[in-house]
């Protein structure tokens, strides 16, 4: 620290430097003062909105994920349908926002907008479960700007723009939702016509293999097997007599007529095992397309099912989405509603002019001493026996005060004045005079709003 090492030294400092620190002191805080009243009063209103509960429960599968993503999803995306360049410029216009500005480019002043207003939401008192979607339970819309009443002009405005967002939102989301289930719906109906068209027209063309049939198939085939066996008998039954009446060597007149009903006999017998022949293997063909008939029917069941289980939950979700549409269009489902609407405040925010004028003052306050101390180190002078004894290590016997004439009247006068505490100042006593400055003082910081 130099010639300062001690607590007395440093006082020594300060009152030898008195004058210098005062004076700058001074001058820094009439700058601050100064300062701090140019800078624009800053006025902040605030907007609250309550998002309040469906009056009537909405559907199970609705209400466990409404749409939207709830509350907090669809705050979201107000937010940031009002803050895109088109509805900050459509809000800078309608309240004529920056006039005072005219210099300012475009680009500033959405910046300056959007960054003076703020959306925040208030979490619900139940709380988040684990795994749900965040709660909710109000809205707060501030505002800050240089005039109190285009502040709450401009809260209120944002206010109002996610009322008719979230009425409307609403609306238009229960529409479309009704909208897409009844085209799911006749979607998938017409894939279920178009499928049984199919199914039947497989059924027509494979008739004789359906498996419904397959145990009369196989009584028919028994049948045809007993009929075929009897027919092989009778034939030949009737080759065995025409082959002893052949034989014989003297043939009446009886067995050339039983021959003749011999051989019409065995046309007929033959034309009959043909014709059960034939049966058979149709029979026999169409019990053996059967599985594959079956599987493929199968395969069309499945399918029918799983349409018939998506038509069932299309036409589920489709009532569902008509009851929330009803809701919605009678206000009855979870809604925003303006709890208090932002008024023109009286007075601007914080004490930031003050605080400009008192961090202005210590900044020139320590500004003073630090360069007093600089002083002092440009220029070292050994001022008292204990800086004697410890630059030179020598205890000094006899100290002689410094004394300097003055050069003039002036210069005495000066003297006088400056170190000599009884010496009034402008005919008045010192202490006044330095009371009324502090006054002064004190007066310029609290006339800071």
């Known amino acids: 620290m130099g010639q300062i090492q ?7 400092l300060l009152l030898r430097r008195r004058w210098l620190i005062i004076l700058i002191t001074l001058t820094g805080l009439l700058v601050a003062v100064v300062f701090a009243k140019s800078r624009p009063n800053i006025f902040e209103t605030a907007a609250v909105i309550q998002i309040e509960g469906a009056e009537v429960a909405e559907p199970t599968a609705q209400a466990a994920q409404p749409d939207g993503g709830g509350a907090a999803q669809i705050l979201q995306t107000i937010e940031q349908r009002l803050t895109t360049r088109d509805a900050l410029t459509a809000m800078i216009e309608r309240h004529n926002l920056f006039a005072d500005q005219p210099a300012m480019a475009k680009d500033d002043k959405l910046f300056a907008l959007r960054t003076a207003v703020t959306f925040q939401a208030v979490d619900s008192a139940g709380g988040q479960g684990f795994g749900q979607a965040r709660s909710i339970s109000a809205i707060i819309i501030s505002v800050r700007y240089g005039d109190p ?23 238009d989301r229960a529409d479309k939702n009704v909208a897409f289930f009844k085209e799911e719906e006749a979607r998938i109906y017409a894939q279920i016509a178009t499928l049984e068209s199919e199914v039947a027209a497989y059924k027509n063309a494979h008739a004789g293999a359906m498996p419904t049939l397959s145990d009369a198939r196989r009584d028919e085939i028994v049948s045809l097997s007993d009929d075929l066996r009897q027919a092989t008998q009778d034939l030949v039954g009737l080759q065995g007599e025409q082959k002893a009446i052949v034989q014989k060597q003297l043939q009446r007149e009886t067995d050339k007529r039983r021959l003749d009903e011999i051989a019409t006999q065995t046309n007929v017998l033959n034309a009959q095992i043909a014709s059960i022949n034939a049966r058979k293997a149709d029979v026999e063909t169409a019990l053996a397309a059967t599985p594959e008939v079956e599987r493929v029917l199968a ?22 989405a008509e009851t929330t549409q009803r809701l919605a269009m009678r206000q009855q489902s979870e809604r ?31 500004g003073a001493i630090a360069l007093a101390f600089v002083l002092d180190l440009i220029k070292p002078v050994v001022r008292t026996a204990a800086q004697m004894q410890r630059q030179l290590d020598l205890e000094p016997v006899v100290c002689i005060p410094e004394i300097r004439a003055p050069k003039g009247r002036l210069g005495r ?6 170190d000599d505490p009884k010496r009034p100042i402008f005919g008045l006593p010192r202490f006044a005079v330095l009371a009324v400055a502090s006054m002064l003082a004190l007066v310029l910081m609290a006339a800071i709003p």
């Open 6 to 12: 001690s607590i007395e030294e440093l006082v020594s």
């Open 149 to 171: 009443q285009t502040a709450a002009a401009v809260a209120n405005d944002f206010a109002q723009g996610i009322l008719d967002q979230s009425a409307a939102g609403q609306r």
């Open 299 to 320: 395969g069309y069941d499945r399918q029918l099912q799983q349409l018939q289980d998506q038509y069932n939950n299309v036409t589920q979700r489709m009532a569902e």
């Open 336 to 366: 925003f509603t303006l709890l208090d609407r932002a008024l023109s405040p009286e007075y601007p925010i914080g004490g930031g002019k003050k605080k400009i004028a008192i961090a202005g003052t210590m900044a020139s306050l320590l």
């Open 413 to 418: 006068a000066a003297l006088r004045l400056i």
